[in-house]
């Protein structure tokens, strides 16, 4: 029933860098985490970056330094900044919030999934 809309996916050569945004409905009100989790080939899901309301961050060791996670409350998107792109970052990105105790209350809702490629 609710939808995160996510953007920014694509084909990318190593070293390269993407912006991957997500934006939850405009009117779920005080949605306290947003963020990414990524699914490689034959891979677990697994966190990438998670920001709350508060800009507090719990970001994944493999990419801490590379990626950038950030959001604007005012319109429900978290940006996930990605530079120095590596092959092992190739994944299907998935975009992730927690409407418990937001104005919704659905529990944790999960985008589409957008795919990144980092290959030459």
């Known amino acids: 029933q609710v939808q995160l809309v996510e953007s920014g996916g694509g084909l990318v050569q190593p070293g390269g860098s993407l912006r991957l945004s997500c934006a939850a409905p405009r009117n779920i009100l005080n949605i306290n985490i947003m963020g990414w989790y990524r699914q490689g080939l034959g891979k677990q899901r697994e966190l990438v970056a998670l920001?709350?309301?508060?800009?507090?961050?719990n970001v994944a060791r493999s990419v801490k330094g590379r990626f950038t996670i950030s959001r604007d409350n005012a319109k429900n998107t978290v940006i996930l900044q990605m530079n120095s792109l590596r092959p092992e970052d190739t994944a299907v990105y998935y975009c992730?919030?927690?409407?418990?105790?937001?104005?919704?209350?659905?529990?944790?809702?999960w985008g589409q999934g957008t795919p990144v490629t980092v290959s030459s």
């Open positions: 920001i709350t309301t508060g800009g507090n961050t």
């Open positions: 992730y919030a927690d409407l418990r105790g937001s104005t919704s209350n659905l529990g944790e809702v």
